[in-house]
């Protein structure tokens, strides 16, 4: 799909709100009454610069209404703060919670935006001790702080590392349980959960391994596994549509052949008991 000369978005998103909730979420809007998917997660969810997320064909493959509540570099954290969602959740006809990265989440070393949480908002006095020779008034984002605090020493980062992954088993047991039913949980990236996560190279989502997912599983009804490559839509703009400005963080995101792969095993999964009539 050709981006150049596009003078904004190339995609229109619908944004939409629904009841009290703060966030934007991918439209259309759709009622959250009745019978009804929720689907939660990040960026691959929300479906950057794609026309058709899987939330959409997973719609199309069951025939039921799923609620997109993707959000562009989400924790958990986003959703464990919002109680739009998490009410939705509780009376949805099942829950798809895809894995993120724990990196965007509020810990003993660092705090987050509770909406936008890839965004860093300050150090705690423990960050500060164990890397006392950096400026964290340079950091926006948590990304480029943890780059630059592996690369300062690889000691100290496990510190962090560690930290994150305990707070991610955290929040994610907390999550399910404020949702009340078991979810289906989705894992799509370019490694499996068994692949190497120590460093911030490793590949998303970030820092996350199978023993951490294990940790959940009795809140878990099934998980569903997708890796994808650059066979998948990675590294290339086919399928997608972005402004030029954005051509480079859409090459890194997974294409529609993964889409609809993750919407066709998604909905072999949601037959009941899983999905509740």
Same mark, same amino acid.
């Given at each position: 799909?050709?981006? =150049?000369?596009? /003078?904004?978005?190339?995609?229109?998103?619908?944004? @939409?709100?629904?009841?009290?909730?703060?966030?934007?979420?991918?439209? !259309?809007?759709?009622?959250?009454?009745?019978?009804?998917?929720?689907?939660?997660?990040?960026?691959?969810?929300?479906?950057?610069?794609?026309?058709?997320?899987? %939330?959409?064909?997973?719609?199309?493959?069951?025939?039921? &209404?799923?609620?997109?509540?993707?959000?562009?570099?989400?924790?958990?954290?986003?959703?464990?703060?919002?109680?739009?969602?998490?009410?939705? @959740?509780?009376?949805?006809?099942?829950? #798809?919670?895809?894995?993120?990265?724990? $990196?965007?989440?509020?810990?003993?070393?660092?705090?987050?935006? %509770?909406?936008?949480?890839? &965004?860093?908002?300050?150090?705690?006095?423990?960050?500060?001790? #164990?890397?006392?020779?950096?400026?964290?008034?340079?950091?926006?984002?948590?990304?480029?702080?943890?780059?630059?605090?592996? $690369?300062?020493?690889?000691?100290?980062?496990?510190?962090? *590392?560690?930290?994150? *992954? *305990?707070?991610?088993?955290?929040?994610?047991?907390?999550?399910? +349980? $404020?949702?009340?039913?078991?979810?289906?949980?989705?894992?799509?990236?370019?490694?499996?959960?068994?692949? /190497?996560? =120590?460093?911030?190279?490793?590949?998303? %989502?970030?820092?996350?391994?199978?023993?951490?997912?294990?940790?959940?599983?009795? &809140?878990?009804?099934?998980?569903?596994?997708?890796?994808?490559?650059?066979?998948?839509?990675?590294?290339?703009?086919?399928?997608?549509? @972005?402004? =030029?400005?954005?051509?480079?963080?859409?090459?890194?995101? %997974?294409?529609? +052949?993964?889409?609809?792969?993750?919407?066709?095993?998604?909905?072999?999964?949601?037959?009941? !008991?899983?999905?509740?009539?």
């Amino acid at each position: 799909m050709a981006y =150049e000369n596009m /003078p904004g978005p190339a995609l229109d998103y619908a944004p @939409c709100r629904y009841g009290r909730s703060k966030l934007l979420f991918r439209g !259309p809007a759709q009622r959250l009454s009745g019978e009804f998917i929720a689907v939660l997660g990040g960026s691959e969810t929300y479906g950057r610069y794609l026309a058709d997320p899987y %939330p959409a064909l997973l719609q199309d493959e069951m025939g039921l &209404r799923t609620v997109n509540f993707g959000c562009v570099n989400a924790g958990v954290d986003v959703f464990l703060n919002d109680e739009t969602v998490l009410d939705a @959740c509780r009376r949805a006809s099942a829950v #798809v919670v895809q894995v993120t990265g724990a $990196q965007n989440l509020s810990n003993r070393f660092y705090t987050v935006h %509770p909406r936008r949480n890839d &965004r860093f908002l300050r150090a705690s006095p423990m960050m500060k001790a #164990v890397f006392p020779e950096v400026d964290f008034t340079e950091f926006h984002f948590t990304g480029h702080m943890l780059v630059s605090l592996s $690369q300062t020493s690889a000691a100290r980062f496990a510190l962090i *590392r560690d930290e994150l *992954r *305990r707070v991610w088993v955290q929040r994610m047991n907390l999550l399910m +349980a $404020q949702i009340g039913q078991p979810v289906v949980l989705l894992w799509m990236s370019e490694r499996t959960p068994d692949d /190497p996560a =120590e460093t911030v190279d490793d590949g998303r %989502p970030l820092f996350v391994t199978r023993d951490m997912i294990r940790a959940l599983r009795g &809140r878990i009804a099934a998980l569903v596994e997708d890796r994808f490559d650059g066979r998948s839509g990675v590294g290339t703009l086919d399928g997608k549509f @972005c402004a =030029e400005t954005e051509a480079s963080a859409a090459l890194l995101m %997974p294409g529609p +052949a993964v889409h609809g792969r993750v919407a066709k095993r998604l909905g072999r999964v949601l037959r009941p !008991p899983v999905i509740k009539r």
